[in-house]
C-alpha cells in the first residue's frame, strides 16, 4: 500500500529544481479554486476543498507577502502543508510548472477513452456529475462514492469498499490527493483495467504515478492567465472556467 502523501512528494521532488528558478507573480484564492501565475506566465489552478478545512482555518496569516516569493517555497505547501487550502496552493504551483503537452490536448470528455462496455462496474470516486449519464448510457453499472452528503447520498464503508474491490473501471478525483485519500483509495481497489484520475486539479506528470494503478490522467492546461485568475477571484467554479482551459488526457506507460 502507497503511503499517504506518496504522490505529491513524488511531484514535489521531480520539479523543485524549477520551482528555484521561478517566483510568484500572483496568487489567488477563490470559492472553488485557488490559482497561481508564475513571473514567467505560465498559470496553474487546484481546487479549494472548504469544507475539509479544520474549523477556524479561515484566513492565511501569510497574505500579502506571497507574490515575488520563490516559488519553491509555496511548492513546498505539497509536502508540509497543514491543510487542504496549502496543499492547493503547492498543487497550483506544481501544475503551472508542468509543461502539458500540446499535442494531448483535445476537448473529449474522459469517458471517450474509457471505452466502457455494457455490463462493466465503473466505481466514481467524487461525483463528476456531466460524466454520470453518459457513463450510464453505455450499459455499465455505476457507483458514486461521494464524501458530502450535501450532493449525494453516503454509501456503506462496506459498499464503497465493494465497490472499489470490484469495478473493472475506477474513475478518481483528483481531489484526493488535496485531503490525503488517495492513496488509501486506490490499495482498496482490484484489478481494474483501467484507473482515471480527473479533474482540473489533477497533475499531469505520469512518471510520479508507476507505483500506482493509475492508468489515465484527465486534467487541464490553463489557456487564458488573466481570465481564469479573474474568474477565481469573483468565486467561479469549474463550469464558468471551462472555456478559458484546454483539457489534456494522457496515458501513463505501465
Sequence with gaps: MLKAGTILTDLYKSILPEAKDRRIADLRIGLGYTGVRLDNGCTGIAAVLFDALPHGCTVMPAAGSFAGSSAADLLQYLVDGKNPLEIAIGLAVANALIKAPADCADNNEATTYLNLKSGEKVAMVGLFAPLVERI??????????????????????????????????????????????????????????????????????????????????????????????QII???????????????VNIFCKK
Design 136 to 229: 450510464r448510457s453505455t450499459g455499465a453499472t455505476l457507483t458514486i462514492i461521494e464524501k458530502n452528503p450535501q450532493r449525494l447520498e453516503l454509501l456503506s464503508e462496506e459498499d464503497k469498499l465493494k465497490a472499489l474491490k470490484d469495478c473493472n473501471v475506477a474513475i478518481i478525483t483528483a481531489t484526493t490527493l488535496l485531503n490525503n485519500t488517495f492513496e488509501e483509495t486506490v490499495s482498496y481497489l482490484g484489478k481494474p483495467r483501467s484507473v482515471a484520475l480527473l479533474g482540473p486539479s489533477t497533475p499531469l506528470l505520469p512518471e510520479i504515478f508507476r507505483g500506482s494503478p493509475v492508468t489515465h490522467l484527465g486534467g487541464a492546461a490553463v489557456a487564458d492567465s488573466a481570465k481564469v485568475l
Design 233 to 247: 477571484s469573483e468565486g467561479g467554479g469549474t463550469p464558468t472556467l471551462r472555456p478559458y482551459l484546454r483539457f
